[in-house]
T-cell receptor, first 113, second 115 residues
Framework: GDSVTQMEGPVTLSEEAFLTINCTYT??????LFWYVQYPGEGLQLLLK?????DKGSNKGFEATYRKETTSFHLEKGSVQVSDSAVYFC????????????FGTGTSLTVIP | GAVVSQHPSWVICKSGTSVKIECRSL??????MFWYRQFPKQSLMLMAT?????????EQGVEKDKFLINHASLTLSTLTVTSAHPEDSSFYIC???????????FGDGTRLSIL
C-alpha cells in the first residue's frame, strides 16, 4: 500500500545551518506530496506541497522537489532559525488513497542559537 | 486565518466521563472530515473518515462504539470519546476537505487527559 518513509530524528542544528530532512514514498498512481509542520502543543500547518513530478514546493525558505525517479520529496532549507524548531511531517495523498493522508513518522528539529 | 476550528483545545476529566470534540470548517463546506490520534512523539494515526450524512468509516483496530463520530452538517463533525479512560489520553486532530478535495485543512488539535 501507499506509505511514506521519513528520516528519523531528532535533528539538532545550529542557527544558520543547512537543513535536509529526507522523505521517500511508495504509492500507486501519482499522489500529491506535502510537508506539514507542527509546533509544540499545536496542530499541523501546511508548509508546502507539490502535486506532480518535478514540481517544487516552497514556503518560508523551505523547499522540496517532487522526484518521481527517486520517489523522494526531501525538505531543505539553506539557513535555519531558532523559530524553525518543530516537528516536520512528510505526507502523501491523492485520488488513489481516497484523499486520505499517509504521514511519515515525523522528524523533530531543534535549532540552537 | 484558521479555516478549521477544533474545540476544545484542552480537556482534563475524570475516568468514565464522555468527552465531545468538535471540528468545524469555517469558510467552506467540508464533505469529508478525518479524525486522527497522535501519541507523544509519534505520527498521526487515522482513526476514521467521516462523510456528511453517512456513517463514518473506521480504521482497523478503532472501536466505533468507543469513538462515536457524527457528521450531521457540511461544517461540523464531532468525535465523542465515550466512557474515557486514562489510555484514551492523547492528542486528537481533525481535518477537513471540500468538494474539490484539496487541500486538507487541519484543526489545531485537542489534548485530552483522563485522570
Amino acid at each position: 500500500g501507499d506509505s511514506v518513509t521519513q528520516m528519523e530524528g531528532p535533528v539538532t542544528l545550529s542557527e544558520e545551518a543547512f537543513l535536509t530532512i529526507n522523505c521517500t514514498y511508495t504509492a500507486t498512481g501519482y499522489p500529491s506530496l506535502f510537508w506539514y509542520v507542527q509546533y509544540p502543543g499545536e496542530g499541523l500547518q501546511l508548509l508546502l506541497k507539490a502535486t506532480k513530478a518535478d514540481d517544487k514546493g516552497s514556503n518560508k525558505g523551505f523547499e522540496a522537489t517532487y522526484r518521481k525517479e527517486t520517489t523522494s520529496f526531501h525538505l531543505e532549507k539553506g539557513s535555519v532559525q531558532v523559530s524553525d524548531s518543530a516537528v516536520y511531517f512528510c505526507a502523501l495523498s491523492g485520488k488513489n488513497t481516497g484523499n486520505q493522508f499517509y504521514f511519515g513518522t515525523g522528524t523533530s528539529l531543534t535549532v540552537i542559537p | 486565518g484558521a479555516v478549521v476550528s477544533q474545540h476544545p483545545s484542552w480537556v482534563i476529566c475524570k475516568s468514565g466521563t464522555s468527552v465531545k470534540i468538535e471540528c468545524r470548517s469555517l469558510d467552506f463546506q467540508a464533505t469529508t472530515m478525518f479524525w486522527y490520534r497522535q501519541f507523544p512523539k509519534q505520527s498521526l494515526m487515522l482513526m476514521a473518515t467521516s462523510n456528511e450524512g453517512s456513517k463514518a468509516t473506521y480504521e482497523q483496530g478503532v472501536e466505533k462504539d468507543k469513538f462515536l463520530i457524527n457528521h450531521a452538517s457540511l461544517t461540523l463533525s464531532t468525535l465523542t470519546v465515550t466512557s474515557a479512560h486514562p489510555e484514551d489520553s492523547s492528542f486528537y486532530i481533525c481535518s477537513a476537505v471540500d468538494r474539490l478535495n484539496q487541500p486538507q485543512h487541519f484543526g489545531d488539535g485537542t489534548r485530552l487527559s483522563i485522570l
